[in-house]
């Protein structure tokens, strides 16, 4: 099949599917006028690719488990190619989510309490403009 009905049977733009070619997480075959061409597995490699990605994983930590890209997405949950390397991925990657909403948390605090303050003190129009112009 070619570009665009790989891209109609998954759901994927052509753009994202050259990406996922360009990552090396993906190959197609080039017909003689230099067309790329792809077989069924490409079907399953994208579907695999697309949910990986959704789930917050890099290219970079695909390319721990492109090996079972090209199964069914449900023999995929299950491949047994490199267990700990993937297990080590994932955790690698939850960590960093967790540390990304740790930091998004904090700013929001932040966000909270300068509209706080900000309500209060135009609450206080009088003493708002005041601190107004003494730059505090």
Not at 52 to 67: E, K, M, S
Not at 102 to 124: K, P, Y
């Amino acid at each position: 099949m070619q570009i665009g009905e790989l891209s109609e049977v998954t759901g994927a733009s052509r753009r994202s599917i050259r990406y996922y070619e360009q990552q090396g997480l993906l190959e197609a075959a080039r017909t003689s006028k230099g067309w790329r061409e792809y077989d069924e597995r490409a079907v399953h490699r994208v579907l695999n690719v697309r949910e990986l990605l959704g789930a917050g994983l890099t290219a970079q930590d695909i390319r721990v488990v492109a090996p079972c890209l090209d199964m069914k997405t449900e023999e995929f949950l299950a491949c047994e190619s490199g267990p700990d390397d993937a297990l080590a991925m994932y955790e690698q990657r939850l960590s960093a989510v967790e540390a990304k909403a740790a930091e998004l948390e904090r700013h929001r605090a932040e966000l909270v309490e300068r509209i706080a303050r900000l309500r209060a003190d135009a609450a206080d129009t009088d003493g708002f403009a005041e601190r107004l112009r003494s730059g505090a």
